[in-house]
């Protein structure tokens, strides 16, 4: 049981290169997230899925796109990379109903330069 | 939107001591609230949470508490070891959301 994997673990992209990072869990979970972690900024969520086929948008979703591929995977696509995409990403995945906890892959440490 | 004040953004204790991270929230209608630590280079690790239903939940040496009046919840850790160091988040949900909001962490640094 591998919990929540995210691929690759670092990347470096020039301005205006795409790219998608992967996610995927095993613990059948509805619920799908991604967060992007700035120095003093705490996390904060780019999108998410609610379930498999939904996606909404989160507090910071400007210049990304996602894709949520089965119940299993959701994608984070960065289509025109900028310098200020510069992050760690974080994918999560939870249940819904009488449980929120949400649980967080390793994370993806992107450079844009 | 829902906002999420954490205090303080650094913490020092002594090896044994005991240490506590401070959170407000704002939006009335949040009824839970996860605590993660975060390890260097890790992904955040959910480590205790609390329901709005509850005032209290202890889990061997951390301790939650909420103040729903005071829109107020606290982490408590008490015998603390080296371990122990990491950053803490506090995060705060709305009923029948599905999006988190953290507070900006507080990094713990426990001397042997």
């Known amino acids: 049981n591998a919990g929540v994997t995210q691929t690759p673990k670092f990347q470096v992209l020039k301005t205006g290169q795409s790219m998608t990072l992967q996610c995927a869990q095993d613990?059948?979970?509805?619920?799908m997230y991604w967060y992007r972690q700035d120095p003093g900024m705490g996390l904060r969520l780019i999108y998410y899925?609610?379930?498999?086929?939904?996606?909404d948008k989160g507090e910071v979703p400007n210049g990304y796109n996602v894709s949520r591929l089965n119940k299993r995977e959701f994608s984070l696509r960065l289509e025109s990379a900028a310098p200020s995409q510069t992050s760690v990403y974080f994918c999560?995945?939870?249940?819904?109903?009488?449980?929120?906890?949400?649980?967080f892959g390793p994370g993806t440490r992107l450079t844009v330069t | 939107g829902e906002n999420v004040e954490q205090h303080p953004s650094t913490l020092s204790v002594q090896e044994g001591d005991s240490a506590v991270i401070k959170c407000t929230y704002s939006?009335?209608?949040?009824?839970?609230f996860p605590w993660y630590k975060q390890e260097l280079g890790k992904g955040p690790q959910l480590i205790i949470d609390?329901?709005?239903?509850?005032g209290e939940k202890k889990d061997q040496r951390i301790a939650v508490t909420l103040n729903k009046t005071a829109k107020h919840f606290s982490l408590h850790i008490t015998e603390t070891q080296p371990e122990d160091s990491a950053v803490y988040f506090c995060?705060?949900?709305?009923?029948?959301?599905?999006?988190?909001?953290f507070g900006k962490g507080t990094k713990l640094s426990v001397i042997p």
């Open positions: 999560a995945s939870g249940f819904r109903g009488s449980s929120y906890e949400q649980y």
């Open positions: 613990m059948n979970h509805n619920s």
């Open positions: 899925s609610a379930s498999e086929g939904t996606t």
């Open positions: 939006d009335s209608a949040s009824n839970y």
């Open positions: 609390i329901r709005s239903n509850v």
């Open positions: 995060a705060a949900q709305r009923a029948g959301s599905y999006q988190l909001t």
